[in-house]
């Protein structure tokens, strides 16, 4: 029922379009052919081939105009995109009027007078309406990717936040200040250690908090001061997988990996019996980080979801490539697109 309510509420919107094409080429239709206005029998056939003409155009030229932009955006190929446009609708014009113009010649007898004048006249009254279209659609494609950038900033600006927040948390820093406390006792080398990489894994938050897009090298680098920390809390329950990468050239927003890192650590059990397995590695395109399932019975985080699409919403602005959630398995993987 709703398919056929669709359908017929697209016929009646084409039929409403239709008429009102019509509408605006009556007046064209003088400016056409002056002299056939002398002949009142000629009316009738003047308006109708008016029509047909001006309909025929107008609805043709603007699929031609929803083909080319299918694979050319006014904002991101905008000269590529006008002499595309230009081209397309003078062939289209040309074809549509030669054929127009010999099927009232050989059905109807009737005859339009010269081809020559007539596609110029036609070339010509399609180029200024396409250039009066095409202005509405650059203007609005414009508008859509400034409302567009304007979210962006924001989900930029809550993201950082939400990576800041969750690094910096007082249970971070409560369970690595208790970890050093023990380690000092124990292992005073180790300890030393142990702050050296804290005060990296808060430097380059600190540093990263303003960027877009950060090198994958550093990325992995920060990965592994912030598992260094973990791994001293977690020992051997907590089992750490990379495999050798290519990470020069290619980046990803900051902070997502240690996200990702932080999401595996927070919502499964870790303990010898049932130790956390993490596999990072690197894969067509992507960066993929792939932890076993083993979850604690516990209230779904929201800010676990927040970050997830915090991450998916910045990728959108980058690059068209999805990023990956899947859980299935018994394991739990997020792939990141990586950006050259």
Same mark, same amino acid.
């Given at each position: 029922?709703?398919?056929? %309510? ?21 007046? &064209? ?18 308006? &109708? ?15 031609? !105009? ?15 995109? @006008?002499?595309? +446009? ?8 040309? *074809? /549509?009027?030669?054929? *127009?113009?010999?099927? @009232? ?35 609005? #494609?414009?508008?859509?990717? /400034?409302? =567009? #950038?304007?979210?962006?900033?924001? =989900? ?7 990576? @800041? ?6 249970? &971070? ?17 180790? !300890? ?31 990965? =592994? ?9 977690? #020992?051997?329950?907590?089992? %750490? ?14 902070? #997502?990996?240690?996200?990702?890192? =932080?999401? !595996? ?18 894969? +067509? ?27 998916? !919403?910045?990728?959108? &602005? ?23």
């Amino acid at each position: 029922m709703i398919g056929i %309510v669709s359908k017929k509420s697209f016929w009646v919107k084409q039929l409403k379009e239709i008429g009102v094409i019509i509408l605006i080429s009556l007046p &064209f239709a003088f400016v056409s052919c002056p002299d056939c206005f002398k002949n009142p029998e000629h009316l009738g056939w003047v308006f &109708f081939i008016n029509s047909i003409a001006w309909v025929t155009l107008w609805k043709g030229n603007s699929y031609v !105009a929803d083909l080319i932009d299918t694979r050319y955006y006014w904002v991101k190929y905008p000269v590529k995109r @006008l002499m595309l +446009g230009i081209l397309g609708h003078v062939i289209y014009t040309c *074809i /549509a009027i030669v054929c *127009i113009f010999y099927a @009232l010649e050989y059905l109807f007898d009737i005859s339009m007078g010269n081809i020559k004048n007539i596609l110029t006249y036609s070339v010509v009254f399609t180029m200024l309406i396409s250039l009066i279209l095409y202005s509405v659609s650059f203007l609005r #494609s414009w508008r859509e990717l /400034a409302v =567009e #950038s304007e979210r962006m900033k924001k =989900e930029v600006i809550s993201s950082k936040y939400e990576s @800041l927040k969750n690094q910096v948390n007082p249970h &971070f820093l409560f369970n690595s200040l208790n970890a050093l406390t023990n380690l000092v006792y124990e292992d005073q080398d180790q !300890a030393v250690k142990f702050i050296k990489k804290l005060s990296d894994v808060y430097r380059y938050v600190l540093e990263s908090r303003d960027k877009d897009l950060e090198e994958l090298e550093m990325e992995l680098k920060f990965a =592994e001061s912030y598992l260094f920390l973990q791994k001293i809390r977690y #020992s051997d329950s907590l089992q %750490v997988s990379k495999q050798k990468m290519e990470p020069k050239g290619v980046r990803i927003p900051p902070l #997502s990996i240690q996200m990702l890192l =932080e999401n !595996a650590i927070k919502h499964n059990i870790i303990s010898e019996d049932e130790p956390l397995q993490i596999d990072i590695y690197q894969e +067509g395109g992507y960066l993929f980080v792939v932890n076993n399932l083993q979850k604690k019975n516990i209230i779904k985080s929201e800010s676990s979801e927040m970050g997830l699409a915090n991450i998916k !919403a910045r990728y959108s &602005f980058f690059t068209e490539h999805p990023v990956i959630i899947d859980d299935s398995d018994h394991k739990f993987t997020v792939g990141l697109p990586l950006l050259k």
